[in-house]
Nanobody, 128 residues
């Protein structure tokens, strides 16, 4: 079991930056790929970024490439999403997610079903 708690959301002006954090509990964190998703009301939850369990590989959605960076600290059981050059289209509820231990690191990492555990979300609002 992995429990996830997001923090760091808030209101920021377009062009600004925010850093989201995700605190994980559970013995399998260091062997679990992690991801960030986002959702706006009335739309599907959208993949943002993922990182392998060893942090050797990351993968971003095209919409955030060059602006967002995912990272993790397996000693502190933390995952981060550094968001720069924020745009109004980035406004959403951001979720942290954990895959099952040693899940295959393949193309399915961008799919919701790849992840077994989810946090409650943290709101990011970008004003234009």
């Amino acid at each position: 079991q992995v429990q996830l708690v997001e923090s760091g959301g808030g209101l920021v002006q377009a062009g600004g930056s925010l850093r989201l954090s995700c605190a994980a509990s559970g013995r399998t964190f260091s062997s679990s790929a992690m991801g960030w998703f986002r959702q706006v009301p009335g739309k599907e939850r959208e993949f943002v970024a993922a990182i392998s369990w060893s942090a050797s590989s990351t993968f971003n959605a095209d919409s955030v490439k060059g602006r967002f960076t995912i990272s993790r600290d397996n000693v502190k059981n933390m995952v981060y999403l550094q968001m720069n050059s924020l745009e109004s289209e980035d406004t959403a509820l951001y979720y942290c997610a954990a895959a099952r231990s040693y899940a295959r690191w393949g193309t399915e990492r961008r799919l919701r079903d790849y992840y077994a555990y989810w946090g409650q979300g943290t709101q990011v609002t970008v004003s234009s």
